[in-house]
């Protein structure tokens, strides 16, 4: 693991970085941020959670359409590489791609 718990290890892989403050950066909460996922982890219950909070679940924020993958630090050159109905499967090789880089 490269952070200190499953938590922090988890927005890592998210984020696609190898330092957790870069992660925190690039998956972070801000002041504009309107959508999110949440991941729970043990016995709880997402939707329980959701119940608690008053959120209501929303699948379509997993989806890859309209995410920036520069947040990811893909480039627009690495992005042109793949057909543009592809481009959000080089999320899915960074991601891959930290275990071998570390």
Do not use: C, N
Request: hydrophobic share 45%; aromatic share 2%.
């Amino acid at each position: 693991m490269t952070a200190k718990s499953v938590a922090m290890e988890t927005i890592v892989y998210l984020s696609g970085k190898h330092q957790v403050a870069d992660a925190i950066r690039a998956a972070g909460l801000r002041p504009e941020t309107e959508a999110m996922a949440v991941v729970v982890f043990g016995d709880a219950s997402a939707q329980d959670l959701l119940r608690e909070l008053g959120w209501r679940r929303d699948d379509d924020v997993l989806s890859p359409e309209g995410k920036a993958l520069a947040t990811l630090g893909i480039t627009q050159t690495e992005a042109r590489t793949v057909p543009a109905d592809r481009q959000h499967d080089l999320s899915l090789e960074k991601t891959a791609l930290l275990d071998v880089l570390l």
